[in-house]
């Protein structure tokens, strides 16, 4: 079963506009939030997490927001850039901290 | 400290063939994970070593896996007796455990390049 679901493969931004990038989850017991870049033939990146307790976080042009009630979790980027290009992953934990990964969504920016 | 590293980067191996993978982790970190990504999916988690420790290991570890942290720095992940189902790319991640509670929250996992493993 996927607890952790990004239902968006691939998403095409503008270069200069926001890009919405979409988490669900399913599993109410999760309690720790993260967003992970990965470029292809390299290791996940960390961008930014959330805790359960909170409903947002922003760092940067990178913002999280958390909706606890809808198990929804969505990663902002504004102004999106041509390097921000590669797959983005959600990822979920609770207790024992191993990491629950999504699918992943591959943003593309075009000038 | 440059970040988690992982020896070799790319393997291609026999079906049959026994294959180790090496992670050296951030020098202060004293959590290990290993996680495996196919094609299409994102990493999932095979197992994590707190010091030299082994706390849990997923199902998706059959008999075959082994993996070891035998002085609490370096891991190493060995598959025996290799199938074309192993083909995927293994990551290792690590962080610290500031409250040195086992099975208890730690900082941010960072990750590896990863060992790309093909069984032909």
């Known amino acids: 079963d996927q607890q952790v679901k990004q239902n ?7 270069e200069g506009r ?32 959330i805790s359960s307790i909170k409903d947002k976080n922003e760092d940067g042009r990178f913002t999280v927001f958390l909706n606890k009630s809808a198990k929804h979790l969505s990663l902002h980027i504004v102004p999106s850039q041509p390097g921000d ?9 609770f207790n024992t901290d191993k990491l629950i990964f999504g699918t992943g969504t591959r943003l593309q920016v075009f000038p | 400290d440059t970040g988690v590293s992982q020896d070799p980067r790319h393997k291609i191996t026999k079906r049959g063939q026994n294959v180790t993978f090496r992670c050296d982790p951030i020098s202060e970190h004293n959590r290990l994970y290993w996680y495996r990504q196919t094609l299409g999916q994102g990493p999932e988690f095979l197992t994590y070593f707190q010091n030299e420790a082994q706390l849990e290991k997923s199902r998706l570890l059959s008999d075959r ?3 070891e942290r035998p002085k609490g720095s370096f891991s190493t992940l060995e598959i025996q ?3 074309q189902g192993d083909s995927a790319m293994y990551l290792c991640a690590s962080s610290f455990d500031r409250w040195g509670l ?5 900082d941010t996992q960072y990750f590896g390049p990863g060992t790309r493993l093909t069984v032909l």
Do not use: H
Not at chain 1, 8 to 14: A, M
Not at chain 1, 85 to 93: E, G, I, K, L
Not at chain 2, 102 to 106: D, L, Q
């Open chain 1, 8 to 14: 968006s493969p691939s998403l095409s931004v503008q």
């Open chain 2, 102 to 106: 086992a099975g208890g929250p730690t």
């Open chain 2, 65 to 67: 896996f082994s993996a």
């Open chain 1, 18 to 49: 926001i890009s919405i990038l979409n988490c669900d989850y399913t599993n109410s017991m999760f309690d720790y939030f993260l967003w992970y870049k990965k470029y292809p033939a390299e290791g996940p990146t960390f961008l930014i997490s």
């Open chain 1, 85 to 93: 290009s590669a797959v983005y992953f959600c990822a979920a934990m």
């Open chain 2, 81 to 83: 007796r290799t199938e």
